[in-house]
T-cell receptor, first 114, second 112 residues
């Protein structure tokens, strides 16, 4: 069964440092997403990406965040200057087209900012 | 405003019994709903979905019921098994968007 792959599984970084979280979506999917989940809380939408541009973003997704699809397979989330409150699980997801609304999520990257 | 919430944070059921997990939503423009299962250390896993023009959908051992009148969604799991132990999230999508709003989650504990 096709999977969404995320690396690394765990990232520890110092406050103020930049981090890049990487995702390889399912190969024939066209829509890509990042969500985050602070420990013990609900999953929150960050951003959706289609046709090489952001299609939607939440209020969480401020200027410190950016996304990129640098090649035909990777989808990245960059946090420019991490804060303690950025510590969370970050999930990448992809979906096929507008008739397939369900997502496939990756296993997540646990980001710990110290 | 938009919100999707769950009534019970933890549900404990005996193995073999049926489980019912409930969810309330407030956005009348929601047109699509999904139930996800999340096991420890893993991403949300799709269980079953339902569109707003339906009121019931069945899968393998799972049934989702949608009551648009009271904006209520439920997930029924038949003959609950130990492997069903997880956190269950409902999520809804507003028509015309691709983002999902997740509820806070219900932890299902299956007792042997």
């Amino acid at each position: 069964e096709p999977e969404v792959t995320q690396t690394p599984s765990h990232q520890v970084t110092q406050m103020g440092q930049e981090v890049i979280l990487r995702c390889v979506p399912i190969s024939n999917h066209l829509y890509f997403y990042w969500y985050r989940q602070i420990l013990g809380q609900k999953v929150e939408f960050l951003v959706s990406f289609y046709n090489n541009e952001i299609s939607e973003k939440s209020e969480i997704f401020d200027d410190q965040f950016s996304v990129e699809r640098p090649d035909g397979s990777n989808f990245t989330l960059k946090i420019r200057s991490t804060k303690l409150e950025d510590s969370a699980m970050y999930f990448c997801a992809s979906s096929g087209d507008t008739t397939n609304y369900g997502y496939t999520f990756g296993s997540g990257t646990r980001l710990t900012v110290v | 405003g938009e919100s999707v919430g769950l009534h019970l944070p933890t549900l404990s059921v005996q193995e073999g019994d049926n489980s019912i997990i409930n969810c309330a939503y407030s956005n009348s423009a929601s047109d699509y709903f999904i139930w996800y299962k999340q096991e420890s250390g893993k991403g949300p896993q799709f269980i079953i979905d339902i569109r707003s023009n339906m009121d019931k959908r069945q899968g393998q051992r799972v049934t989702v019921l949608l009551n648009k009148t009271v904006k209520h969604l439920s997930l029924q799991i038949a003959a609950t098994q130990p492997g069903d132990s997880a956190v269950y999230f409902c999520a809804d999508r507003t028509s015309g968007t691709y983002k999902y709003i997740f509820g806070t989650g219900t932890r299902l504990k299956v007792l042997a």
